[in-house]
């Protein structure tokens, strides 16, 4: 049977592994950072009549420019920006991908600062971008001193910062936002995929985009909005950013019916960003809960919570499976991620724990679920 060691693939892609977290059938799944409400029926046959009323032309192009959804995500976002500082594509993945098509590549480098998201080490790879890791402090803190004299190491041509930051939660400082732009002689980009999760008073880097052409900030239609499956991320900058990406978009990248359905999604934004509301609650609950239960809980800014185990996370991990919760291990030793969801999902965790802490859960050697998961370990 041939495998990966078999193909002429590129070197430095030998070895690696696909990113992604485990997908198991258990009663609860808080892994993924996914919302756990479903869609409302209105918002569901609205979507449902956008998309059908493209059928029929299916066997035309979509608009490849997305200029009526732009706009939308413009009217969205506020802050005084237009179609032009808009772009949209296929999760923010697919648009953090673009920027490093143009931005970085081979004989250029990207900064990041870990632990954050782990897509971006990833993507920089793919593009043939050199990964310059700046690190957090032991707290997961970032300062403006670190991150300036790492901008000043490495002299990236792409910053990226998470704010919130996955996998801790912890909004960005505004003042390690202000003076990495003062000093990173490339581009910065803000990953805001849970911007809408954060505390009150949270500010956002949109407010800073204008009279700073190299500033980026993306967005995920995944979260707040429950449109995980409809895979539309999205980006706000300068116009000349906006012009500079669609020079490696491919061709028609966002389908009719994509665009039909998030457009329907954004019209109906006030009913599905009222599951926000709630799964704020269910956070703040988690980490108010955990901390009366002694454990170290980091601020969260996001709508998961990174918790301390003290303990091997990979067999706590395992106990929380066997009760039926799937979390995340993100591969930071003594610590796991687990998402804030349902009222109900939030029992069913802190009963987990309790089990757990019990003492009276352990490893069931006659589990049907594999311990050794791909992906259940390593970051995400």
Same mark, same amino acid.
């Given at each position: 049977?041939?495998?990966?060691? *078999?193909?002429?693939?590129?070197?430095?892609? @030998?070895?690696?592994?696909?990113?992604?977290?485990?997908?198991?059938?258990?009663?609860?799944?808080?892994?993924?950072?996914?919302?756990?409400? &479903?869609?409302?029926? &209105?918002?569901?046959?609205?979507?449902?009549?956008?998309?059908?009323?493209?059928?029929?032309?299916?066997?035309?192009?979509?608009?490849?420019?997305?200029?009526?959804?732009?706009? %939308?995500?413009?009217?969205?976002?506020?802050?005084?920006?237009?179609?032009?500082?808009?772009?949209?594509?296929?999760?923010?993945?697919?648009?953090?991908?673009?920027?490093? #098509?143009?931005?970085?590549?081979? +004989?250029?480098?990207?900064?990041?600062?870990?632990?954050?998201?782990?897509?971006?080490?990833?993507?920089?790879?793919?593009? !043939?971008?050199?990964?310059? *890791?700046?690190?957090?402090?032991? %707290?997961?803190?970032?300062?403006?001193?670190?991150?300036?004299?790492?901008?000043?190491?490495?002299?990236?041509?792409?910053?990226?910062?998470?704010?919130?930051?996955?996998?801790?939660?912890?909004?960005?400082?505004?003042?390690?936002? *202000?003076?990495?732009?003062? /000093?990173?002689?490339?581009?910065?980009?803000?990953?805001?995929?849970?911007? /809408?999760?954060?505390?009150?008073? =949270?500010?956002?880097?949109?407010?800073?985009?204008?009279?700073?052409?190299?500033?980026?900030?993306?967005? =995920?239609?995944?979260?707040?909005?429950?449109?995980?499956? !409809?895979?539309?991320?999205?980006?706000?900058?300068? &116009?000349?950013?906006?012009?500079?990406?669609?020079?490696?978009?491919?061709?028609?990248?966002?389908?009719?019916?994509?665009?039909?359905?998030?457009?329907?999604?954004?019209?109906?934004?006030?009913?599905?960003?009222?599951?926000? @509301?709630?799964?704020?609650?269910?956070?703040?609950?988690?980490?108010?809960?955990? @901390?009366?239960?002694?454990?170290?809980?980091?601020?969260?800014?996001?709508?998961?919570?990174?918790?301390?185990?003290?303990?091997? #996370? @990979?067999?706590?991990?395992?106990?929380?499976?066997?009760?039926?919760?799937?979390?995340?291990?993100?591969?930071?030793?003594?610590?796991?991620?687990?998402?804030?969801?349902? &009222?109900? /999902?939030?029992?069913?965790?802190?009963?987990?724990?309790?089990?757990?802490?019990? !003492?009276?859960?352990?490893?069931?050697?006659?589990?049907?679920?594999?311990?050794?998961?791909?992906?259940?370990? +390593?970051?995400?």
């Amino acid at each position: 049977m041939t495998s990966l060691d *078999d193909l002429p693939i590129r070197d430095d892609l @030998r070895g690696r592994s696909p990113y992604g977290a485990p997908q198991l059938d258990v009663p609860v799944r808080l892994n993924t950072n996914e919302n756990s409400y &479903p869609l409302p029926e &209105p918002v569901v046959e609205a979507i449902s009549k956008a998309v059908a009323a493209e059928l029929r032309d299916l066997n035309r192009y979509p608009d490849r420019d997305a200029v009526a959804l732009r706009a %939308d995500l413009a009217d969205y976002l506020g802050h005084g920006l237009g179609v032009g500082d808009v772009w949209a594509a296929n999760g923010s993945n697919e648009v953090q991908q673009q920027l490093l #098509q143009v931005f970085g590549g081979p +004989g250029r480098t990207a900064l990041g600062f870990t632990p954050a998201y782990s897509m971006h080490p990833l993507l920089a790879t793919a593009t !043939g971008t050199a990964w310059r *890791d700046g690190r957090r402090d032991a %707290d997961f803190g970032l300062t403006v001193a670190h991150a300036v004299a790492q901008v000043r190491e490495h002299r990236p041509d792409v910053v990226f910062l998470c704010s919130p930051n996955n996998p801790t939660g912890t909004a960005l400082d505004p003042a390690v936002l *202000d003076a990495v732009l003062a /000093e990173a002689p490339g581009m910065v980009v803000v990953d805001e995929a849970y911007a /809408e999760f954060a505390r009150p008073g =949270t500010p956002t880097a949109l407010a800073l985009l204008p009279g700073h052409p190299r500033l980026v900030v993306t967005r =995920t239609m995944s979260k707040a909005f429950g449109f995980a499956g !409809g895979r539309l991320g999205y980006l706000a900058a300068d &116009p000349a950013v906006v012009d500079a990406v669609q020079l490696v978009r491919l061709p028609y990248h966002l389908s009719a019916l994509t665009q039909a359905a998030a457009r329907a999604a954004l019209a109906h934004r006030e009913t599905l960003l009222g599951t926000v @509301r709630a799964i704020k609650e269910q956070r703040d609950r988690i980490v108010s809960g955990l @901390r009366a239960r002694g454990r170290t809980v980091a601020d969260s800014d996001a709508n998961f919570v990174l918790f301390e185990v003290g303990a091997d #996370q @990979r067999a706590v991990w395992r106990v929380l499976l066997d009760h039926g919760v799937l979390v995340r291990d993100v591969g930071l030793a003594g610590w796991l991620r687990v998402t804030a969801g349902t &009222p109900e /999902e939030t029992d069913a965790f802190f009963a987990a724990v309790d089990a757990w802490t019990a !003492g009276v859960a352990g490893a069931d050697p006659t589990s049907t679920v594999d311990s050794a998961v791909p992906g259940a370990a +390593g970051p995400g």
